[in-house]
């Protein structure tokens, strides 16, 4: 074991050595509401139409390496013009990679504090001078006078903006974006993982920003499992991106289901009405809830603060009750003491927030 351990020091790079692996909770049966999925199945008639398509795919080929089909079916669903180009990645945890793996050896990346955790998960595996800029605490809004302090400073390369924001829900002032747009030396990205629950967006301003580029994924919107995002900006940026894009990247059962899916879309519609529908009856129930502060949301999850008590104990009781949410107790501030939770089906928010109150409930008792 000595000399594998000797052996791994020898060959990697230090700060790969003393990172820490991207965790996944195991959820078998569970009521999983940790991970931001489109908690509704497809009916029966349309998995059969889709096993269908399936049956055509020659898998003993290579799929086509631009997903011509596919791309065309975001281009026109997106309304994308054709002055502007898209890259399809495997998720778009690919497409963060690939921006990152451009840029010269420890270039300065910027996102705010707290976002997405692969913007500086990937950073750091790249050996990249990652910049995490503090939101503000009572809001979770972007800090914009620090940030474009920040910008000055720093002068990074990529700024990442969620909109809406993980893990915090809500969508940073249009202007203040725009702003720093303006201001940034380098690319600005702009993820848009969560809009298939809010209409705003910034898709229709790439053509106004030579470095402004718009990145998505079905992930949310019910296709979590096939794995595909999607980046939007001027040509120039997408062509120098696609020369280290690895070839055949997006298999071909994806491009296959994604695009059979698309051209279905009204079921994801009407998925996507019934969690924002939830999503409002949950809100509503975590603030009645006195023992709780809780957040604006305009994605598929609500991110709450336990108030004057343990969240890791209320983390924990409701693991105990077979319901599994996303801990972020041990974050330092603004998230200190915060749990979130996916925005799931009626029965599953049902039965989380009874969880909920048995816990408080026993809490009062033993008090």
């Given at each position: ?31 999983k ?6 908690p ?15 049956r ?10 631009d ?6 079916k975001?281009?026109?669903?997106n ?11 495997n ?16 270039a ?10 692969m ?56 202007s ?11 690319l ?19 053509s ?24 939007v ?54 603030n009645?809830?006195?023992?709780l ?54 029965e ?20």
């Amino acid at each position: 074991m000595k000399t594998i351990e000797k052996l791994s020091t020898a060959i990697f790079r230090k700060n790969i050595l003393e990172m820490t692996a991207y965790q996944v909770a195991e959820a078998d049966g569970f009521i999983k509401l940790d991970a931001m999925e489109n908690p509704y199945g497809w009916p029966n008639e349309l998995t059969e139409a889709w096993l269908k398509t399936l049956r055509n795919c020659e898998i003993n080929r290579y799929p086509d390496p631009d997903a011509r089909h596919l791309s065309d079916k975001l281009r026109e669903m997106n309304e994308i013009p054709t002055e502007l180009g898209i890259l399809l990645g495997n998720g778009s945890d690919e497409i963060i990679q690939l921006l990152l793996m451009a840029l010269p050896p420890t270039a300065p990346v910027m996102a705010p504090d707290p976002s997405f955790v692969m913007y500086k998960q990937i950073s750091d595996g790249l050996d990249l001078n990652f910049h995490a800029i503090p939101l503000q605490e009572n809001n979770f809004e972007l800090d914009l006078p620090r940030f474009i302090q920040s910008i000055k400073e720093i002068k990074p390369k990529i700024i990442f903006l969620a909109y809406p924001n993980n893990p915090t829900g809500n969508l940073f002032n249009t202007s203040d974006i725009q702003e720093i747009i303006n201001q940034a030396p380098g690319l600005v990205i702009i993820d848009e993982a969560y809009a298939p629950f809010t209409d705003a967006t910034f898709m229709s301003e790439i053509s106004d920003f030579d470095n402004l580029l718009v990145m998505r994924t079905v992930s949310k919107l019910g296709l979590a499992g096939l794995r595909l995002g999607y980046l939007v900006g001027q040509n120039e940026i997408i062509n120098q991106l696609n020369k280290i894009r690895l070839p055949y990247n997006i298999n071909v059962l994806t491009q296959v289901s994604t695009l059979f899916a698309l051209s279905n879309y009204a079921i994801f519609e009407q998925q996507t009405q019934l969690i924002c529908q939830e999503r409002t009856a949950l809100m509503q129930a975590l603030n009645n809830i006195p023992q709780l502060e809780v957040f604006p949301s305009d994605a598929n999850f609500i991110l709450f603060r336990v108030l004057n008590q343990s969240a890791d104990a209320l983390f924990t009781f409701l693991k105990g009750q077979q319901v599994l949410i996303k801990s972020l107790a041990h974050h330092d501030a603004p998230l200190t003491n915060c749990l979130r939770v996916t925005v799931g089906k009626k029965e599953e928010n049902r039965i989380f927030l009874t969880a909920l109150s048995q816990y408080f409930s026993r809490l009062n008792q033993e008090n």
